[in-house]
């Protein structure tokens, strides 16, 4: 029973360390989308937000994907490509 225990914890940790990385990964991402947007003018920012937006639209699989986890895609494009950080 404690190596069963063990082996959960160990398999725990190993799963918030991999967890950390996606987070260091997709906040690295967001910097660099972000500094990219603030290069551009108006109109290619929104020259660009429509292209992202319609491949968007032409990649989603209708039925596969639960319309919640599309929903969530596009609310986070939107404020990452919209109202980049400060």
Known sequence: MKNL????LVKLAE???ESKELV?????LEIVVTALLRRLEQGERSALVAS???????ASPKTAVP???TELL???LKKLLIHPRS
Request: aromatic share 4%; no cysteine; hydrophobic share 40%.
């Open 5 to 8: 225990i063990a082996e959960l």
């Open 67 to 69: 319309v919640q986890d």
């Open 24 to 28: 260091a990964q997709v906040e690295a």
């Open 74 to 76: 596009r609310q986070y």
């Open 52 to 58: 992202i937006e319609g491949a968007l639209d032409d």
């Open 15 to 17: 799963k918030e360390e």
